[in-house]
Nanobody, 123 residues
Framework: QVQLVESGGRLVQAGGSLRLSCAAS????????LGWFRQAPGKEREFVAA????????YNADSVKGRFTISRDNAKNTVYLEMISLLPEDTAVYYC????????????????WGQGTQVTVSS
């Protein structure tokens, strides 16, 4: 069982930056693939980024490439999402997720979820 708690979401102006954090309770944190998803009002939850168990490989959605960076600190049981050059269309609730298998862009295939943190980008 894995418990995930996101933090760091807030209101920010377009062009600004933000770092989200997700703390995990898992004793075997480094055995999970970790990811970030987001969901805007009226839209489906969409994949943002994922990172392998060791942190050596990262995967990003095309919409955030060059702007968002996922990283993890296995010693701190924490995964991060660094976001720069934020756009109003980045406004959403951002969710941290964990998966026992490899990465997947489908939210249906992830095993554990946090409660989400709101990111609002004003124009």
């Amino acid at each position: 069982q894995v418990q995930l708690v996101e933090s760091g979401g807030r209101l920010v102006q377009a062009g600004g930056s933000l770092r989200l954090s997700c703390a995990a309770s898992a004793r075997t944190f480094n055995s999970y693939t970790l990811g970030w998803f987001r969901q805007a009002p009226g839209k489906e939850r969409e994949f943002v980024a994922a990172i392998s168990r060791s942190g050596s490989r990262q995967y990003n959605a095309d919409s955030v490439k060059g702007r968002f960076t996922i990283s993890r600190d296995n010693a701190k049981n924490t995964v991060y999402l660094e976001m720069i050059s934020l756009l109003p269309e980045d406004t959403a609730v951002y969710y941290c997720a964990a998966r026992e298998l490899g990465r997947s862009s489908s939210p249906l295939l992830w095993d554990y979820w946090g409660q989400g943190t709101q990111v609002t980008v004003s124009s």
